[in-house]
């Protein structure tokens, strides 16, 4: 199981890599925004505090890209 200073490491190595991408496509034309939504099923044990990770941070964000997070805790169904 991966920790999440591993999990964040992941995360930015794939945005590095998607800037670096985006970077060569927009070369002659000024970037757009979009939105995207990214669904991660967590298995996690309890001592993980996921509501205070900073996804803009880990995201590696800038200026006004933004991030909205929405936690749905399924504990109770198993």
Do not use: A, Q
Not at 7 to 33: A, Q, S, V
Not at 60 to 69: A, H, R
Request: hydrophobic fraction near 35%; include cysteine; charged fraction near 30%.
């Amino acid at each position: 199981m991966k920790t999440m200073h591993e999990m964040g490491k992941i995360i930015k190595i794939l945005h590095t890599d998607t800037m670096h991408n985006t970077h060569e496509i927009h070369m002659y034309r000024t970037p757009t925004k979009r939105i995207v939504r990214v669904t991660l099923d967590l298995m996690c044990y309890d001592d993980l505090d996921i509501e205070d990770i900073d996804w803009k941070d880990i995201l590696g964000l800038e200026g006004n890209e933004d991030v909205n997070v929405s936690i749905k805790d399924y504990t109770d169904i198993f």
